[in-house]
């Protein structure tokens, strides 16, 4: 580069001025729309990017669902295959609905300390409103402004689209639903636990949500339950728990003489497959939970988040492979899968921890009594087909306590949520489990549940070309036959 400068003659130099400052007063009146457009949008972009978050991690959250049925349907045998895909998209859809009637009111629309309003449907704000309706008509660029400014006013600190909040809660309700389709596989009677879906969506979860995520009266205490260990996994874990019990277990599960039959999973490629989506989806399921996406504090924590899920996940996998065999008698593929699906159960209520090595023990003694759990209900007789109670209840209750470790929360505190929540959620669910025994009928009739439900009540089999053999045990079940 040359070391002489390029000077100007000192008579252009005031026309050079000149010339200069034209062009960049004619360029700022130019680029001036763009300019405020870009400030507008500056505005716009925490809520744009919240409500983006939602969204999408709302859908893997609702992924989740494909999991369940995968998991379950390849747990089962084959003859009740077809009946758990009916009932997985069935409860998904009755969540929506009924979450969207009456469940998300309840939970969080002007929540005193135990109940939300009693108030039917839900919907955008008077401000998104008048957004739409001000694009759709082709308003004046003014007042489509005012409108836009009018719902981030309205929006405040949540800052993100209502609608979107509603999917993104929406889906986890769905999720509590699903833990206690797999629990009755084989022998639940389909519209009795339709019924049974249908209150525990629109009632029973979003109670137990407006005392905690509601700012009921547990939340007024303190308690912490970040993405729903407590809230989520353990209500689904007590209704599945009280289904079990009233239900009673499948034919033949038990011998008399205490000894009891293994009934293996009909597919492990759709068991291993569906956990594999679950853990997928737990990524939005926990990272979801962080509720924003708009700073810098936002995405180093979402970031923690999904690591923290995927080693207490990873951790539970390998201490179920290491431990199986001497708690189980055998190194077991299916105790493994339920292992990492425990671990992330545990991980739940706190995965936005910033020390890491917690999640992996947090997640691996999540694992220890998900197998704890699953021999003390083979003694117990308690019939869970995918093993959803020790998996989403006993790991659950362990991960809300585990907050009190590197979380932030307090024992006593805790401890109170998970005693509070446990006891209305197992007795009312055991209440409606008994009313629709007396009312409908839980279970299908031996002879049903002997040729398999899809045969007997969808006339479609799962496997066509499998031939259904004869179970030689049918004559040495412990109870009578109806």
């Given at each position: 580069m040359s070391t002489h400068q390029v000077r100007w003659p000192r008579r252009f130099a005031a026309g050079r001025n000149l010339a200069t400052t034209a062009l960049l007063s004619g360029a700022g009146l130019l680029l001036a729309p763009a300019v405020l457009a870009a400030q507008d949008g500056v505005g716009d972009l925490g809520f744009i990017l919240n409500t983006y978050s939602f969204l999408v991690w709302g859908v893997l959250v609702m992924w989740m669902c494909a999991g369940f049925t995968m998991l379950e349907a390849g747990s089962v045998r084959?003859?009740?295959?077809?009946?758990?895909?009916?009932?997985?998209?069935?409860?998904y859809a009755i969540?929506?609905?009924?979450?969207y009637i009456i469940g998300y009111n309840l939970m969080y629309v002007d929540v005193g300390s135990v109940i939300g309003s009693i108030s039917l449907?839900?919907?955008p704000s008077a401000e998104e409103v008048a957004l739409i309706e001000a694009v759709a008509a082709e308003a004046a660029e003014p007042e489509t402004a005012a409108a836009t400014a009018a719902v981030r006013e309205a929006a405040g600190d949540d800052n993100y689209s209502v609608m979107s909040d509603w999917f993104f809660q929406m889906v986890f309700v769905a999720t509590t639903a699903s833990i206690v389709s797999g629990a009755l596989a084989e022998r639940v009677k389909l519209w009795t636990f339709f019924v049974f879906v249908a209150v525990l969506t629109a009632i029973i979860y979003p109670v137990v949500g407006a005392w905690t995520w509601g700012g009921g009266w547990l939340s007024q205490m303190g308690f912490t339950d970040f993405a729903g260990s407590t809230i989520v996994h353990s209500t689904g874990g007590w209704a599945a728990l009280a289904g079990a019990l009233v239900v009673g277990p499948r034919w033949g599960k038990y011998r008399k003489d205490g000894s009891v039959k293994l009934t293996p999973p009909s597919n492990i490629p759709a068991v291993t497959l569906g956990v594999f989506i679950l853990w997928m989806g737990w990524f939005g399921f926990n990272g979801g939970s962080e509720l924003a996406l708009s700073g810098v504090v936002n995405a180093v924590s979402m970031s923690n988040i999904l690591v923290n899920t995927n080693l207490a996940a990873a951790a539970g996998v390998l201490t179920a492979l290491c431990l199986s065999r001497p708690i189980l008698g055998r190194v077991d593929l299916f105790a493994t899968l339920n292992g990492a699906i425990s671990g992330m159960v545990a991980i739940t209520a706190g995965p936005n921890i910033?020390?890491?090595?917690?999640?992996?023990v947090i997640g691996a003694i999540g694992s220890v009594l998900c197998m704890l759990g699953l021999k003390m209900l083979e003694v117990r007789r308690i019939d869970d087909v995918v093993g959803a109670v020790p998996a989403h209840l006993f790991a659950g209750i362990w991960g809300t306590l585990a907050t009190c470790i590197?979380?932030?929360?307090?024992f006593v505190v805790q401890l109170t949520g998970v005693a509070a929540?446990?006891?209305?959620?197992?007795?009312?669910?055991?209440?409606?489990?008994i009313v629709l025994d007396k009312a409908m009928g839980v279970r299908v009739s031996r002879s049903v549940e002997s040729i398999g439900q899809d045969a007997a009540?969808?006339?479609?089999?799962?496997?066509?070309?499998?031939?259904?053999?004869?179970?030689?045990?049918?004559?040495n079940d412990f109870r009578d036959a109806d």
């Amino acid at each position: 580069m040359s070391t002489h400068q390029v000077r100007w003659p000192r008579r252009f130099a005031a026309g050079r001025n000149l010339a200069t400052t034209a062009l960049l007063s004619g360029a700022g009146l130019l680029l001036a729309p763009a300019v405020l457009a870009a400030q507008d949008g500056v505005g716009d972009l925490g809520f744009i990017l919240n409500t983006y978050s939602f969204l999408v991690w709302g859908v893997l959250v609702m992924w989740m669902c494909a999991g369940f049925t995968m998991l379950e349907a390849g747990s089962v045998r084959s003859k009740s295959a077809s009946m758990i895909c009916m009932k997985n998209i069935g409860l998904y859809a009755i969540a929506g609905l009924t979450y969207y009637i009456i469940g998300y009111n309840l939970m969080y629309v002007d929540v005193g300390s135990v109940i939300g309003s009693i108030s039917l449907l839900y919907g955008p704000s008077a401000e998104e409103v008048a957004l739409i309706e001000a694009v759709a008509a082709e308003a004046a660029e003014p007042e489509t402004a005012a409108a836009t400014a009018a719902v981030r006013e309205a929006a405040g600190d949540d800052n993100y689209s209502v609608m979107s909040d509603w999917f993104f809660q929406m889906v986890f309700v769905a999720t509590t639903a699903s833990i206690v389709s797999g629990a009755l596989a084989e022998r639940v009677k389909l519209w009795t636990f339709f019924v049974f879906v249908a209150v525990l969506t629109a009632i029973i979860y979003p109670v137990v949500g407006a005392w905690t995520w509601g700012g009921g009266w547990l939340s007024q205490m303190g308690f912490t339950d970040f993405a729903g260990s407590t809230i989520v996994h353990s209500t689904g874990g007590w209704a599945a728990l009280a289904g079990a019990l009233v239900v009673g277990p499948r034919w033949g599960k038990y011998r008399k003489d205490g000894s009891v039959k293994l009934t293996p999973p009909s597919n492990i490629p759709a068991v291993t497959l569906g956990v594999f989506i679950l853990w997928m989806g737990w990524f939005g399921f926990n990272g979801g939970s962080e509720l924003a996406l708009s700073g810098v504090v936002n995405a180093v924590s979402m970031s923690n988040i999904l690591v923290n899920t995927n080693l207490a996940a990873a951790a539970g996998v390998l201490t179920a492979l290491c431990l199986s065999r001497p708690i189980l008698g055998r190194v077991d593929l299916f105790a493994t899968l339920n292992g990492a699906i425990s671990g992330m159960v545990a991980i739940t209520a706190g995965p936005n921890i910033t020390n890491s090595l917690w999640a992996i023990v947090i997640g691996a003694i999540g694992s220890v009594l998900c197998m704890l759990g699953l021999k003390m209900l083979e003694v117990r007789r308690i019939d869970d087909v995918v093993g959803a109670v020790p998996a989403h209840l006993f790991a659950g209750i362990w991960g809300t306590l585990a907050t009190c470790i590197a979380a932030g929360g307090d024992f006593v505190v805790q401890l109170t949520g998970v005693a509070a929540v446990g006891a209305f959620a197992f007795s009312a669910s055991w209440i409606l489990w008994i009313v629709l025994d007396k009312a409908m009928g839980v279970r299908v009739s031996r002879s049903v549940e002997s040729i398999g439900q899809d045969a007997a009540e969808l006339g479609l089999d799962a496997y066509p070309e499998f031939v259904l053999m004869v179970d030689p045990d049918d004559d040495n079940d412990f109870r009578d036959a109806d």
